[in-house]
C-alpha cells in the first residue's frame, strides 16, 4: 500500500473524509493562491541556478491569470443533491480560478516572493541541490513518498508561499522519515517561507523519526483495516464532503 504526506493527513484529520476521497474523487479547483504558489516555487529554483531574472508581478499575474474567469471564493456553492451534482458542478469551475482575496493582494504576494527568493537564494547559497525529486520508502509493505522541494546534501527543503503553519513541521517529519529510511541519515529540515523571508532549521533524532514512523504505521494499519470513522469537528467546516456525509 502507498501512502503519500497529504493521504497521511487527510486520514489523520477524518478518516471517513479520507475514505470520501478515495471512493468519490473530485475534480480539482483551481485557487489563485496555488497558482501564484507554483509559480513562486519555480522562479525560486531558477534563482537557486543562477537565473537572476527581473520580473514585474504584475505582468507575472496577468499571466497567470490568462483567460480564466476569476471567482470569489464566497461565491463558491457547497450544497449539492448528490454526488454526481458535485462533480458536474466543480467541472463547470475549470475555466475559474478562485480567489480568496483581491487581485492587488496576489500581485503582492508575488512582489514579496520574488524579492524574498533573490534574498534567501543568496542566504543559502546552495551548491549543488536537486529540486522536486520524488523519493520513496518501504516500512514493512507500507510504501510512504513524496516529493522533495529541495535536496541539498543532508539538508531537505520546505518551500512555503503562504503563512507560517504548525503542521508543516509533521511535513517535514513525514519527509525526513523517508529521507533516512533510504539513506540512514538523520537530515536537517529547512522550512523556507518566501512570504515573510524566513529560513527555520528544524532539528530531528531518532524518537522525532520513531513517533512518527509509529503514527504512520497506526495510519496506513487503519487504512488496511478500513477503518473509517467520521471525525466531526472544526474540520467538517471545510469538508467538501459534508453534504453526504451521514456522521
Ligand atoms: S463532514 Fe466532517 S466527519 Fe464528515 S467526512 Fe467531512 S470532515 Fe469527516
Redesign the pocket.
Known sequence: MKLSYSAYMSYK??P??YY?ERVYPIPQLRYADSEVGNYLHNYFYSVLNGENESVDADKIWEKIKGESILISAKEIKDDFQDFDDMVAYYSSLSDKIILWRDEKDYVNKIKMGIENSIKIAKALNLKSFNVEKWMNAKIDDLLIYGRFDIISENDIFELKTGGEREDYYLQLAFYALIFYLKNYIIPRGRLVYLQNGKIIDVKFNFNVLNEIMEDVIKVGKGIKNEDFP????E??RF?P??FI?D?
Not at 230 to 233: E, F, L, M, S, V
Request: glycine residues 6%; hydrophobic residues 5%; aromatic residues 18%.
Open positions: 484529520t477524518c471517513r473524509k470520501y467520521a471525525n466531526k469537528g474540520n467538517c469538508c464532503y459534508k456525509c456522521y
